[in-house]
């Protein structure tokens, strides 16, 4: 079994990817659904930093810092950062920003490593489906004078918004800035198409075709 293989079993077993009938955050009808807030021990956020770091290493990027944008960031680049030290040997600085200014103490919205001038940025994402959390990180970190290099994502949902584009294309489009899914939807219905998982399949026939169909729908063609 392959290493995407993996992180699709990873997510089923961690009830984080989910079919049935939900409501996407954009208003669209869904049959599958990726929910990272359910990751809720200390061993499923240490495995899902090891996926995190190995898209990075297989994707051979080079950055001088990990950010991780609050809330669901913040776990993700922590995790992901100790696993390129474990595992890796690369000892990368790490950083997030809070929501709120702090107005005491040291001030400001970044905690970790405060980014510098020139550095090469790495983002540190869940899910990307209309890319608004993206821009606002990309604000955020403008004035820091850094260069965004790239982004890595848990599952790239292959959504196009209103401009006919995903997404993923937009962003690298508007900023220049290259996204790194650990898997695709089109992977996921391929690895668990007809295959028994926790003794059930999850992706029959029927939920095949109504996977088909959302992309259809909502996909790029």
Known sequence: ????????????????LKFGDFITKSGRPTPYFVNTGAYQT???ISKLGDF??????????DSDLLYGPAYKGIPLVV????????????????????????????GGTIIGRIPTKGDKVTIIE??????????????????YGVDIDSLIISVDRMEVGESGKTAIEEIEEDFGIKTYPIVTTREIIDSLYGKEV????????????????????????
């Open 1 to 16: 079994m392959g290493f995407k293989d993996d992180f699709i079993e990873f997510m089923v077993d961690s009830n984080v």
């Open 42 to 44: 200390g061993s499923q």
């Open 52 to 61: 995190y770091a190995k898209a990075y290493i297989d994707n051979n990027l």
């Open 79 to 106: 995790t992901t950062a100790a696993s390129l030290s474990d595992n890796f040997d690369k000892d990368l600085p790490y950083s997030f920003n809070r929501k709120e200014v702090k107005d005491h103490g040291e």
């Open 126 to 143: 869940d899910v990307i489906t209309a890319g608004t959390s993206v821009r606002e990180t990309i604000e955020t970190l403008k004035d």
């Open 198 to 221: 926790g003794g059930k399949v999850l992706i029959d026939d029927e939920m095949k075709e109504k996977m088909e169909e959302h992309l259809k729908k909502y996909g790029k063609n």
